[in-house]
């Protein structure tokens, strides 16, 4: 309703002694909003670009994922491995993705690919990825035809392809590529920032993977 | 919920007297402080992040008007619908009118300490619509009809044990007739159930810990997965959030993640960190087809501008009741309502009212350690020590508490008279309690002696009996 | 008034030797042997003590309470007492803390006693911190044949930041073994009137402070502040604890042989 709309807004206005910004004050929020001041550095996120990769997948694996470093060439056969060590079906679903269609799938006889989002008796899933974060070994997904969001989800085991070129340093650095990817105002429907496998903490105050999300997660980070 | 707030002093005896509870306490104690400790020794630059989530935070309570609107702006055109709540039964009419636009029966909540403030899942069942809680320990405490005992651990003060009891009490009708004995069968078990229920609701509801007034975006920070879930596998998505969770930008969401997961769990990143703007776009595979934001004030934007607001600032991360030796005696269920700890002793009595919660503020020995540990730098203690000084303004002080603190003032306002009376009560006691040094009961000390003996002053006099003899000599 | 002599930094040039001691309600009444010790300590490291003789308490009662008006007035009355020393001394944080910290917020809308506040609050020491931050003392010439725990009393951690310079001075006693607890930094549920307030839940607490203390195997428990010493001493006793329980400033000035808190004064041990 809008009288309930501006019983909040006059409310907070009567609270803080002033009516609607305007002026300086204006501009200030205004231009705050415009060029978004960054907090303090954080130095294990400012890792030259050649070290951005080990420190990725250092903290990737501190967080209960575990990293391939792997050619282009050899996508397909990793894939392939991870699910044979693991004793993983070799049914997956795929996100429809140019990344991952540029990869020869045709070579692996054994793997049968469904290509579309994510379905509740999903045992694999494989996508890419947006980024990934140095900081703190996160991964970054956007949402789009590409990449539906349940792929992330609802398999539980999730696959994810990352490029070394797609790592960066930190947070600050994804709102920077989403900024020039989408427009400054106009993000996908869905970012979700990954960060190992679902875990729940809720019974006694131990972890255990895999409490709605995949359990486990495998990422491949791609050379050049 | 219904507040039993006022009922503290009954529900600690209970707290105090149930093993089960003491048996996770203990435990939650010694792990939350010292993963919160390690985390922040990892991260150099935590202090100086603290100091900035403090700042982003007042900027934003300063202009929160403003943040707002724009918020607004910017989901509505990305085609997302924003409904203003002034108060929590505005937000219950906004919600179940939503839910049954779509004809929901059940909708799956992930979890929302607002939500338990506007007690929307009994509204929702009054009108017939199934609400689910799928985050695993609000899903085992809506099974045994308990309110949460934590905010971030809603069923922290539970045993494995009673949470098996539980899910055979209730999964059995589903076909679950074995009782487990190892969490992660008790976690499989629950994904099992509610994977399902996920498949088939037709809403989702999450709150959301931040509101990116720049990009219109609702924020979401999870561990399981379910809040994703939520907000993607129904036809609706509404995200309750309160007018305080909007802040300025993604650069400011960077630095308020940072210090939220540390603090919550000792994370160095919670596991899903989502970001929702507005509903499925074309070409999109998943997500829902409608995406409403419900802000709810609930008397949040009466508190701006007084000597309270700093509480506005909260993250609702925990740790100040991971770290609050009040909390850790008697665990959540004893503050009688949604918000326990040190923060909910601040905003309790706002929410329910000072005479109701005027306990809360009162239970704290001002040790501190909250204020230490808090990511935007709350001084709660202060804070607390402000209701007090609202309950003394309006008599609301217990009666005996009163006279006692007017007669004391009365005698120490009077530095003669004081040392006089202090030096008999010094002779006194040290007469009677010198051969054993201490007491075991004492008249009007009994809340002392019923669990410490008393010290006896030694022989001698008080300080400045001895001060002024040893004077007076040569 | 001699201004800008002592502040709490520990770098200006020549140390306050006019130190007036705040005696403390608690000590002055039930434990004189603190304020005695606290004396010895001061003059050893060359202070010039005087005990101005209108004081009473710091206002803390009132203040916890909710009771301005009253905190207020007791606030007056100890700056009016403490005029014109170069630092007034306290052998508690707590008491300590509610000089240099939470005065002068009393008089937000009285600029003049504001200012005066603040000036008190310049000048308010916690005793330990005194010694080691501003008198620079590092070590101390005494003997204590024991092995002792320290417990962190609130105030004085997390208001005045005293956590290392008892431990420094202790390190220094001849005969004494420092053994930590597993949690020094909990409060031991004191906290004033909450004791009688919510005696069940500072009993929790208590309790769990003394099996911290027993766990350590120490014979004796000192802190810094003596409404915490009374209560543990409380609670250990009425457990049949053997610990005995003693304010820091008594081992520091050589006074470790007078019975402990709440020990019989004939008893011989």
């Known amino acids: 309703m809008s009288t309930d709309r501006s019983q909040i807004l006059n409310g907070i206005r009567r609270s803080l002694r002033r009516g609607e910004l305007a002026g300086d004050g204006l501009k200030d929020v205004q231009s705050r909003l415009a060029q978004p001041p960054r907090g303090p550095a954080v130095a294990r996120a400012q890792v030259a670009p050649a070290d951005k990769v080990a420190l990725f997948c250092q903290w990737a694996e501190f967080n209960n994922a575990t990293v391939a470093r792997v050619g282009a060439a050899d996508v397909p056969d990793e894939v392939t491995a991870f699910l044979a060590r693991n004793n993983l079906p070799a049914n997956v679903a795929m996100a429809p993705s140019p990344l991952l269609e540029g990869y020869d799938w045709s070579s692996q006889k054994m793997l049968s690919i469904r290509r579309g989002r994510g379905e509740g008796s999903d045992q694999v899933s494989i996508t890419g990825a947006f980024a990934g974060i140095a900081e703190t070994g996160t991964l970054v997904m956007a949402s789009g035809p590409d990449h539906p969001v349940s792929l992330n989800l609802l398999p539980d085991t999730h696959v994810v392809v990352l490029r070394e070129t797609d790592i960066v340093g930190g947070y600050e650095d994804v709102w920077v590529r989403l900024r020039e990817r989408y427009g400054k105002d106009r993000m996908p429907r869905t970012v979700n920032t990954i960060t190992g496998p679902s875990r729940t903490g809720d019974i006694e105050q131990t972890i255990e993977l895999g409490a709605h999300g995949p359990r486990r997660m495998h990422i491949l980070v791609v050379r050049e | 919920m219904q507040s039993t707030a006022h009922a503290f002093k009954d529900n600690v005896g209970t707290a105090l007297a149930d093993p089960n509870l003491q048996d996770s306490l203990s435990k939650l104690k010694v792990g939350f402080s010292e993963r919160r400790r390690q985390a922040a020794e990892r991260l150099p630059e935590f202090e100086a992040l603290r100091d900035r989530a403090r700042d982003i935070k007042n900027h934003t309570l300063a202009n929160l008007d403003f943040y707002l609107e724009e918020f607004e702006r910017k989901v509505i055109a990305l085609g997302g619908h924003v409904h203003w709540a002034p108060t929590a039964a505005d937000a219950r009419r906004i919600i179940a009118d939503l839910c049954r636009s779509v004809g929901a029966r059940t909708v799956a909540k992930s979890k929302s300490m607002v939500a338990e403030e506007i007690a929307l899942n009994e509204h929702l069942e009054e009108l017939g619509i199934a609400p689910i809680e799928t985050d695993l320990g609000e899903y085992i405490i809506q099974l045994r009809h308990e309110p949460p005992s934590h905010i971030i651990a809603p069923a922290v003060h539970l045993t494995k044990d009673q949470v098996a009891d539980t899910f055979l009490e209730h999964h059995r009708k589903l076909g679950f007739d074995k009782r487990l004995t190892e969490r992660n069968d008790l976690v499989a078990e629950a994904r099992y159930v509610l994977r399902q229920k996920f498949l088939d609701a037709d809403v989702g509801l999450t709150g959301a810990n931040f509101l990116v007034a720049e990009t219109g975006s609702s924020m979401l920070v999870t561990n399981e997965g379910n809040a994703d879930l939520s907000n993607t596998l129904p036809k609706m998505h509404i995200v309750l959030a309160s007018i305080e969770k909007v802040i300025p930008t993604l650069e400011d969401a960077a630095v308020l993640l940072r210090v939220l997961a540390r603090s919550a769990t000792g994370q160095e990143s919670s596991a899903y960190t989502t970001l929702n703007t507005g509903p499925k776009r074309p070409g999109d595979l998943d997500g829902p087809e409608q995406y409403h934001v419900v802000l709810l004030d609930n008397g949040r934007s009466g508190v701006l501008g007084t000597e309270m607001q700093e509480i506005l600032r909260c993250i609702r991360c925990g740790a100040c009741m991971n770290h609050c030796p009040v909390y850790g005696a008697v665990g959540g269920h004893a503050y009688g309502w949604v918000y326990p700890g040190p923060m909910g002793a601040v905003l309790t009595p706002q929410l329910v009212g000072v005479e109701e919660a005027s306990n809360l503020p009162n239970a704290s020995t001002f040790c501190g350690r909250c204020e230490s540990v808090c990511p935007v730098r709350i001084p709660l203690p202060k804070l607390m020590r402000h209701w007090r000084e609202r309950e003394f303004e309006r008599h609301l002080t217990p009666r005996a508490v009163r006279q006692g603190l007017a007669l004391w003032s009365f005698v120490a306002r009077r530095p003669g008279l004081y040392r006089s009376l202090t030096a008999i009560a010094n002779r006194v006691l040290s007469l009677f309690g010198r051969a054993d040094g201490r007491y075991r009961s004492l008249p009007l000390a009994g809340g002392w002696t019923r669990f410490r003996d008393f010290p006896a002053p030694p022989a001698g006099g008080t300080f400045h009996t001895q001060w002024k003899a040893a004077r007076k000599r040569p | ?269």
Request: aromatic share 6%; net charge negative; with cysteine.
């Open chain 3, 1 to 269: 008034m001699v201004a800008g002599v002592s502040n709490s930094s520990g770098n200006h040039r020549s140390p306050p030797r006019r130190v007036a001691l705040f005696v403390t309600c608690l000590v002055d009444l039930f434990r004189p042997a603190v304020g005695f010790a606290a004396i010895k300590l001061l003059e050893e490291a060359g202070c010039t003590v005087e005990v101005p003789p209108l004081q009473v308490c710091c206002g803390q009662p009132a203040y916890n309470t909710g009771d301005r008006a009253t905190t207020r007035a007791i606030a007056i009355q100890v700056m009016d007492a403490f005029e014109g020393y170069d630092a007034v001394v306290a052998p508690s944080g707590s008491c300590g803390g509610m000089l240099s910290h939470h005065y002068p917020a009393l008089f937000d809308d009285q600029p003049a006693l504001k200012a005066r506040a603040e000036n008190l609050a310049g000048r308010s020491h916690e005793l330990i911190s005194f010694l080691v931050d501003v008198l620079g003392i590092k070590k101390i010439a005494t003997q204590y044949d024991g092995t002792v725990t320290y417990h962190d009393s609130c105030s004085g951690l997390r208001e005045l930041g005293v956590k290392e310079q008892p431990r420094q001075l202790l390190g220094s006693v001849k005969g004494l073994e420092l053994r930590e607890m597993k949690t020094p930094e909990v409060c031991c549920g004191f906290g004033g009137t909450f004791c009688v307030k919510y005696p069940e839940i500072s009993n929790a607490m208590v309790g769990e402070k003394s099996a911290d203390i027993a766990a350590t195997g120490a014979d004796t428990l000192l802190a810094g502040d003596l409404g915490c010493l009374m209560n543990m001493a409380g609670k250990l006793q009425r457990e049949g604890s053997a610990v005995r329980v003693r304010h820091v400033a008594e081992v520091l000035a050589g006074m470790g042989d007078l019975p402990a808190i709440g020990e019989p004064e004939t008893g011989a041990r």
